[in-house]
């Protein structure tokens, strides 16, 4: 534990010391609710609500993608990490500091959605259902934490940077996070629930309001959760094995 920590207090130095970093994955979200769910919804109670936690979900993907994506990435061109690789501390504790690191990150760029919501809407959330949307934040982030792992080990820095921009606005549109629940267009909802997107906010709008989970955007939420870590893994050790081959 002691060393986990430590790998994340060094993660979270390495990303303060380049706030631009933390700023970017926080600015797509809170844009997101001054252009579009202020003066559209920002009136009515119950969709500014479910828009607040539609834009929760969208920050927790952007930030877990980018600070895993190109964040590996970036790590895996520098020697330094080829060197953290040696020390006998092994994987694990860097792989937990990590995403101990980058749920702290995520938790943070929640930070101005969350304050547009109260200040500028009339999005209202009991204090149960604030506390279970949080604990929420860190189910719903799990896919796409793996996803980023998958792709910062898997790809060169510039090509993940591409993958993270390309991937994080189709996941977003298809699950259904620009558009009320069940109010989307037709091929939308054809194709939200197989994305992870659409059960991470499922659950995010049954926690801070009165919405029914669908049991198969939860399914497909655990498919690709396992489906993005079996991937991680085999990009982590093939990655691995080219640099000690």
Known sequence: MTLTLVHARYQLLETIRIPIALIGSAFFPAASMLFFVVPFAGDDPVGATFATASMVTFSIMVSSLFTY???????????????????????????????????????????PVVLIGALFTEATV?????????????VGALPFTLMGLAIGYAL????????????????????????????????????????????????????????PVRPLSVVMLAVWTVAAGA???????????????
């Open 69 to 111: 994506g190109v964040g590996v990435a970036d790590d895996r061109s520098q020697p330094w990490d080829g060197y953290m690789r040696t020390l006998a501390a092994g994987a694990g504790p860097r792989f937990a500091g990590r995403i101990l690191a980058g749920m702290s990150m995520a938790l943070v760029s929640l930070v």
């Open 126 to 138: 009991t204090p149960a259902g604030f506390l279970l949307g949080l604990c929420t934040v860190f």
């Open 156 to 211: 060169p820095l510039k090509a993940a940077l591409v993958v993270c921009q390309v991937i994080f606005f189709p996941l977003a549109f298809g699950g259904g996070l620009m558009s009320a629940p069940d109010q989307a267009p037709g091929f939308i909802q054809a194709i939200a629930p197989y994305l992870p997107t659409r059960g991470a906010v499922e659950l995010m709008w049954a926690a801070v309001g009165d919405y």
């Open 231 to 245: 991937v991680a893994v085999w990009a982590y050790r093939r990655d691995e094995g080219r640099r000690f081959r």
